[in-house]
Nanobody, 117 residues
Framework: VQLQASGGGLVQAGGSLRLSCAASGSIPSINVMGWYRQAPGKQRESVAVITSGDKLTYADSVKGRFTISRDNAKNTVYLQMNSLKPEDTAAYYC????????????WGQGTQVTVSS
């Protein structure tokens, strides 16, 4: 399984960005896709997660501003980020957790989001 993320960039505070992450390979029907972020000097944290049954989970810091969605036909997960703040600046990573007889985690490469004040 491979993940390809895109959509990061530089935006002013209050602006919007949309991240995309396409998964390829053998993707089981039961899976969880999500976005995580890591700012310099900080631990990686969960931003938003969506299950194959469309159950959503958001970090408190992004609730009401970010929206995660997925297109199962394209094995793609999106993160719409609105009302961006400087504290949202980080490298954003997508992840898929695949549930078969075992549980496997796969990460995409990071995409940088920089929000200027």
């Amino acid at each position: 399984v491979q993940l390809q993320a895109s959509g990061g960039g530089l935006v002013q505070a209050g602006g919007s960005l949309r991240l995309s992450c396409a998964a390829s390979g053998s993707i089981p029907s039961i899976n969880v896709m999500g976005w995580y972020r890591q700012a310099p000097g900080k631990q990686r944290e969960s931003v938003a997660v969506i299950t194959s049954g469309d159950k959503l989970t958001y970090a408190d810091s992004v609730k009401g501003r970010f929206t995660i969605s997925r297109d199962n036909a394209k094995n793609t997960v999106y993160l719409q980020m609105n009302s961006l703040k400087p504290e949202d600046t980080a490298a954003y990573y997508c992840k898929i957790t695949c549930y078969t007889l075992t549980v496997n985690h796969y990460w995409g490469q990071g995409t940088q989001v920089t929000v200027s004040s």
